[in-house]
T-cell receptor, first 113, second 111 residues
Framework: NAGVTQTPKFQVLKTGQSMTLQCAQD?????MSWYRQDPGMGLRLIHY???????DQGEVPNGYNVSRSTTEDFPLRLLSAAPSQTSVYFC????????????FGEGSRLTVL | GENVEQHPSTLSVQEGDSAVIKCTYS??????FPWYKQELGKRPQLIID?????GEKKDQRIAVTLNKTAKHFSLHITETQPEDSAVYFC??????????FGKGTRLSVIA
C-alpha cells in the first residue's frame, strides 16, 4: 500500500491564482481530512469527510473548497490564493472515523507571493 | 467547541532523563486522546493514544495518563534518547467531532 499520497510536494503561487492539492489513499478509509500547519499554531483542521459525497467544515475553512466523489480521493481547492494561505498542508485518513488513528500524507508546502 | 492547551512549547532534557508534556482540554464529552510525533520535515505519526475508560497506558518508554475530572492528560517519555527529539502534539475529540490538536511541544534531547 502506498498509504496517503499528496501532490504536489511544493508549489509557489501568486496572489489570486487558483490551484488544487491532490490527496489519494489506497487503504479504503472512509474518513479523510485536510489540515494546515503553521509555526506555533499546531495542526488546524480545514475540511473533513466521513465518506463519499459527504464533506464538512473544520476550524479554518475560509478560502478552501473540497469535494469527495470517491472513497479514495479528497482534493483541496484554493480558489483565489492569498499570502495568508502560505502553509504546509497535510491530508490524513482514518479507518475508524473521527476517533481513530490518522495516517498523514507527506505534506504539501505552499507559498503564496 | 473543543479547545486543547499544550505545555510547554519547548522542552530540553539531557539524554537519559525523563520528559513530561501536559495538555488540558475543555469539552468534558471528549473521550479520545492521541499523541503524535513529528520529526523534522516529516509527517506526524501516532505514538500512543488513550480512551476515557482507561487512566494510564504504557508502551515501552512512553506512557500517557488521563485525569478526566481535571480534564488533563500527559505524555511521559522515560530514558530519553536523541531520536526522541521531535515536535509532539496532543489532541482530543469526542465521538462525533474531529480531533482538535494542541499547538505542539518541541522536545530536544541533548546528548
Amino acid at each position: 500500500n502506498a498509504g496517503v499520497t499528496q501532490t504536489p510536494k511544493f508549489q509557489v503561487l501568486k496572489t489570486g491564482q487558483s490551484m488544487t492539492l491532490q490527496c489519494a489513499q489506497d487503504m479504503n478509509h472512509e474518513y479523510m481530512s485536510w489540515y494546515r500547519q503553521d509555526p506555533g499554531m499546531g495542526l488546524r483542521l480545514i475540511h473533513y469527510s466521513v465518506g463519499a459525497g459527504i464533506t464538512d467544515q473544520g476550524e479554518v475553512p475560509n478560502g478552501y473548497n473540497v469535494s469527495r466523489s470517491t472513497t479514495e480521493d479528497f482534493p483541496l481547492r484554493l480558489l483565489s490564493a492569498a499570502p495568508s494561505q502560505t502553509s504546509v498542508y497535510f491530508c490524513a485518513s482514518s479507518s475508524r472515523g473521527l476517533t481513530g488513528e490518522l495516517f498523514f500524507g507527506e505534506g504539501s508546502r505552499l507559498t503564496v507571493l | 467547541g473543543e479547545n486543547v492547551e499544550q505545555h510547554p512549547s519547548t522542552l530540553s532534557v539531557q539524554e537519559g532523563d525523563s520528559a513530561v508534556i501536559k495538555c488540558t482540554y475543555s469539552d468534558s464529552a471528549s473521550n479520545y486522546f492521541p499523541w503524535y510525533k513529528q520529526e523534522l520535515g516529516k509527517r506526524p505519526q501516532l505514538i500512543i493514544d488513550i480512551r476515557s475508560n482507561v487512566g494510564e497506558k504504557k508502551d515501552q518508554r512512553i506512557a500517557v495518563t488521563l485525569n478526566k475530572t481535571a480534564k488533563h492528560f500527559s505524555l511521559h517519555i522515560t530514558e530519553t534518547q536523541p531520536e526522541d527529539s521531535a515536535v509532539y502534539f496532543c489532541a482530543a475529540s469526542e465521538r462525533n467531532t474531529p480531533l482538535v490538536f494542541g499547538k505542539g511541544t518541541r522536545l530536544s534531547v541533548i546528548a
